[in-house]
């Protein structure tokens, strides 16, 4: 079966800076898992699985513009300290998780107040450009119930 939209996917990746340092990899743990054609990764990455099947081994370098997008001066916001989640006390350099209209955000910690903290909404990896060693795991379509939440669920996905 060929990754296509609407279908469940999962895969272990490394993930490497442009350096190729490590950043991060899923090989440690279980695969990852994302519906395709939702928006659910990073559009270099989605673009790269198409018509891809279990046991492809592939990489693929995606620039910011198809990654985390690039990395914009000024993109400092005040933010109560309330509204920042994953941590109880914060410091400067800590990655914290806001709400938005946009869904949930990372962002960065600048600076701390007593009530409010300032924060850089550029994504952590924004302005990188990023390798991904790929493994696909697995090809299934999607539950009805998937399609509808919009998300994989089971290992690697979503637990409700
Ligand atoms: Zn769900």
């Known amino acids: 079966m060929n990754i296509a939209p609407d279908h469940v996917v999962q895969f272990h990746y490394t993930l490497k800076d442009a350096s190729g340092s490590e950043i991060e990899s899923s090989r440690d743990g279980e695969p990852m898992a994302y519906l395709h054609g939702h928006r659910n990764i990073i559009p270099g990455l989605e673009e790269a699985l198409l018509g891809k099947a279990a046991g492809d081994r592939f990489s693929v370098t995606v620039p910011p513009e198809k990654g985390y997008g690039l990395r914009r001066e000024g993109a400092l916001q005040r933010v109560p300290l309330k509204h920042l989640q994953g941590a109880r006390h914060w410091k400067p350099g800590m990655l ?59 290992a690697g996905g979503h637990h409700h």
């Open 96 to 154: 914290a998780v806001v709400h938005t209209d946009q869904g949930m955000r990372q962002v960065q910690v600048v600076k701390v107040g007593r009530f409010n903290a300032d924060v850089d909404v550029n994504h952590p990896m924004a302005g990188q450009t990023l390798t991904f060693d790929i493994e696909v795991v697995s090809v299934r379509p999607a539950t009805a119930e998937e399609l509808s939440h919009g998300h994989a669920h089971g």
